[in-house]
């Protein structure tokens, strides 16, 4: 009788887990500048909402609204990682009491202070803080919410389109090592499992999770892998100089970021000439940035292969440094006479800099 597994599957279960409550962060500049902006605007709809208009009232509202929102921005940024524990409502529900119990203590504390010796709390005042703090709490979080589902699933698409690029490894080079793997077994085994190991480390490493960062070493390693298959098939027509400064040992780099550019550089640069020529890889530290340039000859215009996989690997590339670095990382190209040149530039990490 067939036996059948009862194990649930891991993706399944990852899109039954429940959703965790997430807090933007809102201990930056730019998170403050909102919420006093914002603040502000909400004073001048009130003020000019009913009651008189005048410098007192602004200032008072003012100083009480501002009061409330960094307070409840302060306490919002301090218990963000608590939050984060809790599910999609219990901690949106938390952090709408947490504005609310704010709102609460702020306005006590200015009645107490603007009111007269032995007035009693005016209790519909506070209840119209309350709930006019509860409507914006309330907006805000459905507001975060929104953001946070647009964020998962635009980083859900980029890791998709992501994946798909980085596990492609050309036809054309898996054939040809297959091809080199067979013609080598009679002749040369030790050869022949050295370049199994070898295709067999570069196929791990394209079947790793996207946008996982090794350490620099480790993608120059798959890069000599990558070059010593190309070589046996390329022989004298393929030179590799390699020009590495020496870096600190956890300098980290996303993972098959510097293996496809070297792939380019053989296929539309080596490939084409009969004759051959250099590739060049300089990889050198500069302030707080590593940088990377790798050189090859530049076929004559009739020789060049018409292929769109050059611009797709670029793209792939300049996508997962964009979302590891934004604007800090670039890659670049420029053609020259004779020379085509890649230039890759992207932050050090804060680990990376201390441990250099």
């Not at 914002?38 to 009480?64: D, I, K, N």
């Not at 300089?282 to 215009?301: Q, Y």
């Not at 890659?331 to 990490?349: F, I, N, V």
């Amino acid at each position: 009788m067939a036996k059948y597994n009862n194990q649930s599957d891991p993706l399944d279960a990852a899109a039954a887990a429940p959703k965790p409550f997430v807090v933007p962060d809102l201990c930056n500049v730019a998170a403050i500048s909102l919420v006093v902006l914002f603040g502000e605007l909400l004073v001048l709809v009130l003020l000019f909402a009913g009651g008189p208009v005048t410098w007192v009232r602004l200032a008072l509202m003012s100083l009480f609204v501002q009061w409330v929102g960094l307070s409840s921005a302060g306490v919002l940024c301090a218990t963000r990682k608590v939050l984060a524990g809790f599910g999609l409502v219990t901690g949106g529900l938390l952090a709408f009491g947490l504005v609310l119990l704010i709102t609460l203590m702020v306005g006590l504390f200015a009645d107490r202070m603007f009111a007269g010796p032995g007035s009693s709390i005016d209790w519909t005042v506070i209840f119209g803080q309350q709930v006019i703090a509860g409507i914006i709490a309330a907006l805000t979080l459905r507001y975060f919410y929104v953001q946070q589902q647009l964020r998962v699933q635009e980083q859900s698409e980029l890791q998709s389109r992501i994946q798909a690029l980085q596990s492609r490894i050309r036809p054309h080079f898996l054939f040809n090592s297959m091809n080199i793997i067979a013609s080598l077994i009679a002749v040369d085994p030790d050869t022949a499992e050295a370049v199994v190991e070898d295709l067999s480390e570069l196929f791990r490493a394209s079947l790793n999770d996207a946008g996982n960062q090794v350490p620099m070493r480790d993608e120059l390693s798959l890069c000599e892998r990558y070059v010593r298959i190309e070589a046996l098939r390329l022989g004298d027509r393929l030179d590799m100089v390699w020009q590495v400064e020496e870096l600190p040992r956890h300098v980290q780099i996303p993972l098959l970021t510097l293996q496809p550019l070297l792939e380019n550089a053989i296929y539309h640069g080596i490939q084409p000439l009969p004759e051959g020529g250099t590739i060049r890889l300089r990889l050198w530290l500069e302030k707080d940035s590593v940088n990377v340039e790798i050189t090859n000859p530049l076929p004559p215009a009739n020789a060049r292969y018409q292929s769109q996989g050059n611009r797709m690997a670029l793209n792939n590339i300049r996508s997962r440094l964009s979302v590891l670095y934004g604007a800090k990382a670039e890659l670049t190209t420029s053609a020259g006479e004779t020379t085509y040149a890649t230039t890759l530039r992207y932050p050090l990490s804060a680990a990376d800099e201390e441990t250099s």
